[in-house]
């Protein structure tokens, strides 16, 4: 039950670490404004691509090989055959960024954008590349406490500066860069005592390897960077940071059910990898198509409910402005989160597989598809539910085609039997929100109401037999013995 023991962990730290985000958010927007965390939420996310690009997939072979290397010596020359090499490329990439900075160029015209993302993409390299170690050997509990302790800490931060002094962007900035390297530093004393340190460049051959394979994760790192982020930049650039401002809240408490396929995007890959090195070939296909039919049993009722109550949480959560405005965009962005949490859980296999250059060929076109619809509709329309509309389109058709692209590697057997008992139930669910939604007024109501729905949905689960009551402790992991090739 190791995959399930360490699913329940990374989705219990996604869900804290999700929980973060929707503490500061109501926070923020109701002291600092819409436009101040449009700011926040754009300086992020460019920090996030840039840090994403300069890795140029070297740490590819660090990933796929880790989980079933053995030994200091060869556990070393993993670790810090990708992690000097992508030091070098951020250190590049900064250099490059104060560069254009002092020329004037910015994303945020009212403030000097580039010291902050370059003090971002330093706190990022190293929470990430610690964190990475943790994950990469197996130390899921270890790696939950790392992921919840930095945002948990950044809300303390935050709140207490709120309470002291006038915080501005930068402050926020300065305390999520320090919250990351703070945290960073326990793992660090973990690493140093088990591998050490050296200071070793690979072979050109070695680099030029791994960039072969890990490139291709890249660019699809960067198309679903233009599917699912792109669109705050050119609401940015023709409506400002403060639509941004608009369009964020509601964004992400449509695509809250995605943490469950990231959560698994940490813990399957590594699992995945050691079934495959030993050739369980009929394992992989059980626990990803388990994977797919959990997510679906989750994201199906969250979008029928989300119609149902989706305005009055983004009210609750902002302010009646925000939630007239974006209350109508979560089920749209909801199901197309549906579509990019299938998209996340297949793109594990071909991981295994080695087949990374497949889902960006698959994703490329969908990018391109959704940056040009983006440009021209927004510009001409001036309206932030295109965005979401785009990014719906988009995600379905990587979907449609990556289920048969993915044929070769994967038994996909969706279960529509199942999937049709999943959404009677969900519309059980949504019926009976909407009946105590007008019994239940204000705040405390709208919060008990969605409690009892997801108490009816739960019963409705096992009422309907779309899982056994034990079978809700452990819905990823079902052990089978397998042989055979595929894919080769």
């Known amino acids: 039950m190791a995959i399930a023991r360490n699913q329940t962990w990374i989705l219990a730290s996604h869900v804290l670490v999700y929980a973060r985000g929707l503490i500061l958010l109501p926070v923020l927007i109701k002291t600092l404004g819409p436009g101040v965390y449009g700011s926040l939420i754009l300086l992020l996310a460019t920090a996030e691509v840039i840090y994403g690009i300069s890795s140029l997939g070297l740490d590819y072979r660090f990933c796929r090989e880790m989980p079933s290397t053995t030994g200091r010596t060869a556990k070393r020359a993993l670790f810090y055959g990708q992690f000097w090499p992508h030091a070098l490329l951020v250190l590049v990439a900064i250099t490059l960024i104060l560069a254009a900075s002092s020329t004037g160029f910015s994303i945020l015209p009212e403030v000097d954008a580039g010291w902050l993302i370059a003090l971002l993409l330093v706190a990022n390299f190293c929470y990430d590349k610690l964190t990475d170690y943790l994950g990469y050997t197996d130390r899921q509990g270890w790696l939950a406490v790392a992921l919840t302790a930095a945002p948990y800490l950044n809300i303390a931060i935050v709140l207490v500066s709120l309470l002291l002094t006038q915080v501005t962007l930068s402050h926020l900035v300065w305390i999520s860069a320090a919250v990351q390297i703070a945290t960073a530093l326990p793992i660090l004393v973990l690493l140093l005592t088990e591998i050490g340190v050296t200071v070793r460049l690979p072979a050109i051959s070695e680099l030029s390897g791994n960039v072969r394979l890990g490139f291709p994760l890249v660019c699809a790192y960067m198309v679903d960077f233009i599917l699912g982020t792109s669109d705050r930049f050119v609401i940015a650039h023709f409506m400002g940071p403060e639509a941004v401002g608009y369009y964020s809240p509601a964004y992400a408490l449509g695509s809250l059910i995605i943490l469950v396929p990231k959560a698994l995007g940490i813990v399957l890959p590594p699992a995945l990898s050691r079934e495959f090195d030993a050739g369980n070939l009929e394992q992989v296909d ?155 007024d204000g705040a405390a109501g709208l919060i008990a109401a969605c409690v009892l729905a997801g108490a009816t949905y739960v019963g409705c689960v096992v009422r309907f037999g779309i899982y056994e009551p034990h079978e809700l402790l452990g819905l990823i992991y079902t052990r089978a013995d397998g042989d055979g090739k595929r894919g080769e």
Not at 395 to 400: G, L, Q, S, W
Request: glycine residues 8%; hydrophobic residues 60%.
């Open 286 to 440: 059980k626990v990803v198509n388990a994977a797919l039919q959990a997510y679906l049993t989750i994201a199906i009722p969250f979008i029928l409910c989300a119609i149902v109550v989706g305005k009055d949480v983004l009210t609750l959560f902002t302010n009646e402005s925000i939630g007239a405005t974006g209350g109508k965009l979560i089920p749209v962005v909801a199901f197309g989160t549906l579509f990019f949490g299938l998209n996340l859980i297949l793109a594990n296999v071909l991981f295994v597989y080695r087949r990374t250059g497949l889902m960006f060929r698959l994703t490329l076109g969908a990018a391109v598809l959704n940056l040009v619809l983006n440009v021209v509709l927004i510009d001409r329309a001036r309206d932030i539910g295109i965005a979401a509309a785009t990014t719906l389109i988009s995600y379905a058709v990587v979907f449609a085609i990556l289920s048969i692209a993915i044929r070769p590697y994967l038994k996909l057997r969706l279960n529509w039997g199942h999937i049709l008992r999943v959404f009677l139930a969900s519309a059980a669910t949504a019926i009976a929100l909407a009946g105590l939604l007008q019994i239940l």
